[in-house]
């Protein structure tokens, strides 16, 4: 088996374009874990048409031989045993008077007369058939055949749906996945704003370590330097327990930050058990409708 690739370290729009590359059937709007689970699966299918292939071409190589053997073993079977006969006595030498008088009867064979010229009956002739050669298709052309021709393929998927948007979802209690989806005219009026290329522009993702509810303050905050065409970035928090806001923005020539989208708040799991214990006996407690507002 081929080592696999190392696809953690890929980006979402890499991941996309390997399964394109390997025609695995993925969609933009899956995440990166979806994505490798995805295309490690799309290799090991590929792999095994792969053996099953030249298994099959092995085994086509192999039964001429066993025909062969076949047919010599039948004319080996078809010949009688030689039998040991007993040696005859040898006759006694004829003396030339006797050699005389024995005469040998010939047997005169009637001669059969040949038909007519004219009366012959011609015989028909065969007219032999050309059988043509039986084509033997190989299991990608099979699958070409079947495919119907409405399918879509992944490459008719695109790769932004300019939604404009940030989400942050949690992995681990030290580490989260952002990816983001912005509009084009959105960008490109925050560029004309500070005045920047979109090769020179400086994005960021500006991270607050946020409180447990909303009314409280947001604290301190730091940045991450990314490239915003591979859409989606790990961000290494390693704060249990915490709850985080992320904005994605330039940072302009004065040093000024200026935001284009906001994140859901997310909340990492705790690394180590609860330490709050429910009574026994006590029912769960039960959500609030949010329709109705009752509790």
Known sequence: MKPTLNLLSKTKAELTAIARRKKIPVTSGMLKDDLIKAIK???RKIETQKKSKTAAVKTRKKTPATKTAKKTLK????????SKTAKQPKSPARTPTTAKRIKTPVKKTALRKSPAKGNAKKTPVK???SRKPKTILSPKTIKRQEL???VGTPSDLPERYNDHRLVVLARDPNWAYAYWDLDAARVRDLLSKTGQSPDKARWVLRVFSAGLTPAEDTGHFFDINVDVKTGSYYLDLSRPGGRFIVEIGVIDSSGMFRTTAQSNPVI???DQPSETIAPVGTAPARVSDSSDGSQ
């Open 41 to 43: 699966k799309g290799l």
């Open 148 to 150: 119907p021709k409405s």
């Open 127 to 129: 007219k032999s058939v």
């Open 268 to 270: 990492l799991p705790v």
């Open 75 to 82: 004319k080996k079977s078809s010949k009688p045993p030689k």
